[in-house]
């Protein structure tokens, strides 16, 4: 886990310097940042969901063919995906990686936050000598302080327990709602109903489980997830205008048509020229000898 959270301090300690000293752009930025290149990584998923889409009305046939033969539909269902080239297990890799960054990133934005003697020592060892000169970061955000959960006590102490519940919650409800949105966007119809259903599920404990994340853990990670989502929303909406116009289908099985051996072989055979004049004058001089000779007898 080293190996990410050092790359990540520093990258949030050189955007700190370089945006005037405000952390939370450094966090917008960064996780841009990183988006971008996990896109690479995240793209063969979002194409298997498009996929699975346009496949939909394909599977209903299927089911209607079947009936209530599980198992034959289930064996028909993963040809047609095997024909198309959908990994029903592309979206494990994505989702593993997103939570390892996660995780690495809240270490990272915890320990750049650094408050205490003993921490400042720890993260001299990770930064680059270049910048310790931008240590300590200034945490404050609004009424936030982005290494901790909440509000600023400060804040707390002078509004009414109500408003102060209220503010609390601001960024929890953001987390939810945008990653609400990120998921049904990345999340395409299914024509498989158990699948629909599942989908449906994750599409609504998914961001239940963040949000109670952006409650726990430090407001820095809520600024994070909500960033992540905003930018994996842009992206998905573009990539779906681009595929409304271009299916995924049609681009992966799109093939110039070849003439197998076998079609040639089974083609009706051209018509026989009809004999040539110079073929038949031989037969018509024959017959005009015969009749001479008739005559002269």
């Known amino acids: 886990m080293d190996i990410l959270i050092s790359p990540l301090v520093n990258m949030l300690l050189l955007l700190y310097g370089v945006l005037g000293h405000s952390f939370v752009l450094a966090i917008i930025v960064a996780t841009i940042l990183i988006r971008m290149i996990t896109l690479p990584l995240t793209l063969p998923q979002q194409r298997n969901s498009r996929k699975m889409a346009e496949l939909a009305p394909q599977l209903e046939e299927l089911k209607k063919k079947h009936g209530n033969d599980r198992n034959k539909f289930a064996q028909a269902q993963m ?15 994505p989702l593993i990686l997103q939570l390892v960054i996660m995780i690495a990133f809240y270490q990272a934005l915890t320990g750049s936050l650094a408050t205490n003697p003993l921490q400042l020592q720890q993260l001299s060892h990770r930064v680059l000598p270049a910048l310790i000169p931008l ?6 955000f609004l009424i936030y302080d982005l290494g901790l959960p909440g509000i ?7 509004v009414s327990p109500i408003v102060a519940q209220l503010l609390v919650f601001i960024l929890p409800v953001l987390v939810v709602a945008t990653t609400y949105l990120s998921q049904k966007l990345m999340t395409p119809p299914s024509g498989d109903p158990s699948q629909a259903s599942m989908t449906k599920q994750m599409n609504i404990i998914m961001p239940m489980m963040f949000g109670l994340f952006a409650l726990q853990f430090a407001s820095g990670l809520s600024i994070y997830f909500i960033a992540s989502n905003v930018v994996g929303a842009v992206q998905m909406w573009l990539m779906n205008r681009r595929w409304q116009k271009k299916p995924v289908l049609a681009t992966d099985t799109a093939a110039p048509a070849i003439t197998s051996k076998a079609s040639k072989k089974i083609a009706a055979p051209a018509d026989k020229p009809a004999p040539s004049s110079k073929a038949s004058k031989p037969i018509k001089a024959a017959a005009n000898d ?4 008739k005559s002269e007898d």
């Open 135 to 140: 240590i300590p970061i200034d945490p404050i």
């Open 79 to 93: 040809e047609l995906y095997k024909e198309n080239k959908i990994n029903m297990f592309g979206g494990c890799l």
């Open 290 to 293: 015969n009749g001479e000779d």
């Open 152 to 158: 600023l006590p400060a804040v707390e102490q002078n």
